[in-house]
T-cell receptor, first 113, second 110 residues
Framework: DAGITQSPRHKVTETGTPVTLRCHQT?????MYWYRQDPGHGLRLIHY???????DKGEVSDGYSVSRSKTEDFLLTLESATSSQTSVYFC????????????FGDGTRLSIL | GQNIDQPTEMTATEGAIVQINCTYQ??????LFWYQQHAGEAPTFLSY????GLEEKGRFSSFLSRSKGYSYLLLKELQMKDSASYLC???????????FGGGTRLMVKP
């Protein structure tokens, strides 16, 4: 299995608080992605990174920011969490783009009360 | 825009064959992936199709018709452990963004 670790695995927090989720990989893959998964919507891309300090927006980027200061770490930040951001968040990595499959971490279940 | 449709749920019997369909209308296309996701777990890669035709991998096969915007995943000799969600995803022309369908939850009954 691809070496991807997400932390924390579960988090409960209150509306208006900042939250940071971490994705750590040991595969030295160039590309990293953050998705959220909600019933009825499937997986939706929030942000992705194509290298250190190189990031771009996905389909549902509003309310989220990301940073990648090292190849192995990709951070997702909710600046001021809202209840609509309650979801399961998955990190994924890939070595190249195109036909190379993305490999997913185990997910972070985030509840915002 | 991107639009990917799959049935929400399907039920099949252990030992049988099931076909899960996926139709897509996307502004760009550079291939189609199928993933399996057990409840509470991460999606895992099953197959990738970029050319028309059938790709077989053990009990699982995946078919693509680019002209019809259509793919299916065929599962043979169903086992109870095949109960999971199956996600269809299309990758864009640049190859850097995957768009997922809502997933098909397959329940395998004895």
């Amino acid at each position: 299995d691809a070496g991807i670790t997400q932390s924390p695995r579960h988090k409960v927090t209150e509306t208006g608080t900042p939250v940071t989720l971490r994705c750590h990989q040991t595969e030295n893959h160039r590309y990293m992605y953050w998705y959220r998964q909600d019933p009825g919507h499937g997986l939706r891309l929030i942000h992705y990174s194509y290298g250190v300090k190189d990031t771009d927006k996905g389909e549902v980027s509003d309310g989220y920011s990301v940073s990648r200061s090292k190849t192995e770490d990709f951070l997702l930040t909710l600046e001021s969490a809202t209840s609509s951001q309650t979801s399961v968040y998955f990190c994924a990595i890939s070595d190249t783009v195109g036909g190379q499959p993305q490999h997913f971490g185990d997910g972070t279940r985030l509840s915002i009360l | 825009g991107q639009n990917i449709d799959q049935p929400t749920e399907m039920t099949a019997t252990e030992g049988a064959i099931v076909q899960i369909n996926c139709t897509y209308q996307t502004s760009g296309f550079n291939g189609l992936f199928w993933y399996q996701q057990h409840a509470g777990e991460a999606p895992t890669f099953l197959s990738y199709n970029v050319l028309d035709g059938l790709e077989e991998k053990g009990r699982f096969s995946s078919f693509l018709s680019r002209s019809k915007g259509y793919s299916y995943l065929l599962l043979k000799e169903l086992q109870m452990k095949d109960s999971a969600s199956y996600l269809c995803a299309v990758i864009n022309n640049a190859g850097n963004m995957l768009t997922f369908g809502g997933g098909t939850r397959l329940m395998v009954k004895p």
